[in-house]
Every structure is written in structure tokens, then in C-alpha cells.
């Protein structure tokens, strides 16, 4: 059973950072692209990062560019979300995806991923 867990969400200050972790189970990992989407209160899901299958492409929404950084550790079935200087808007429940892609490059586009996590909130405040 294909499943995905995220975890590392918590209130944090502006500026401050966080590391959201992704862990799955019951699949090959190593074939799937992963994406990370947020959806905050009144406002459609939107993505926010995503790794190809290898890790050697990854793609970045504007608003976090320079901010957040994604990378995947194959061998522990694990994508992370780093997320440094974070803002207010930042906060949402972060969500993990996995799809199974033909091209090297991965897309942040929610329509396109077919397994889904529970989310973990992320609260920006001081």
C-alpha cells in the first residue's frame, strides 16, 4: 500500500526556518517524482516545490525561490523541504505527492500527481 507522511511542520517566527519531511512507503520510491503543495485557509493548493526521480531536477514556485530548498534521499524513501527565511504567507499545511513521470523534469502542477499525504501545518507568526 503506496502511502506518504509528512512531518517537520510546527509554529515558527518570521525569519525563521523549518525542515518538512516527506517519508513513503510501499512502493519504489526511486521511480516516483515527488511534489511539495501548500493550501492555506480560503485559497486553492498551489505548488511549491518538486524533485524528479533521480533528484537531478528540481523546480521552485517564484514565491519561494532562494528560500526553500528540496532534495531527496533515495536510499531512506525521503524528500525534504527546507524552508529557510520564512513569512507570514508561508503559512499553510504543506502536502507530499508522488507520480510516476516519463521526463526527467518534474512539473508543479497538483492535476498531475496521483498519491497524496495527510499534510502537516506550518504556521508563520510571531
Known amino acids: 500500500q503506496l502511502q506518504l507522511v509528512e512531518s517537520g511542520g510546527d509554529l515558527v517566527q518570521p525569519g525563521g526556518s523549518l525542515r518538512l519531511s516527506c517519508a513513503a512507503s510501499?512502493?519504489?520510491?526511486?521511480?516516483?517524482?515527488i511534489g511539495w503543495f501548500r493550501q492555506a485557509p480560503g485559497k486553492e493548493r498551489e505548488g511549491v516545490s518538486c524533485?524528479?526521480?533521480?533528484?537531478?531536477?528540481?523546480n521552485y514556485a517564484d514565491s519561494v525561490k532562494g528560500r526553500f530548498t528540496i532534495s531527496r534521499d533515495n536510499a531512506k524513501n525521503t524528500v525534504y523541504l527546507q524552508m529557510n527565511s520564512l513569512k507570514p504567507e508561508d503559512t499553510a499545511i504543506y502536502y507530499c505527492?508522488?507520480?510516476?513521470?516519463?521526463?526527467?523534469?518534474?512539473?508543479?502542477?497538483?492535476?498531475?500527481?496521483?498519491?497524496w499525504g495527510q499534510g502537516t501545518q506550518v504556521t508563520v507568526s510571531s
Open positions: 505527492a508522488a507520480v510516476v513521470l516519463s521526463s526527467r523534469v518534474c512539473v508543479l502542477r497538483a492535476a498531475t500527481y496521483d498519491y
Open positions: 524533485i524528479s526521480r533521480s533528484g537531478g531536477s528540481t
Open positions: 510501499g512502493f519504489a520510491f526511486n521511480l516516483y517524482t
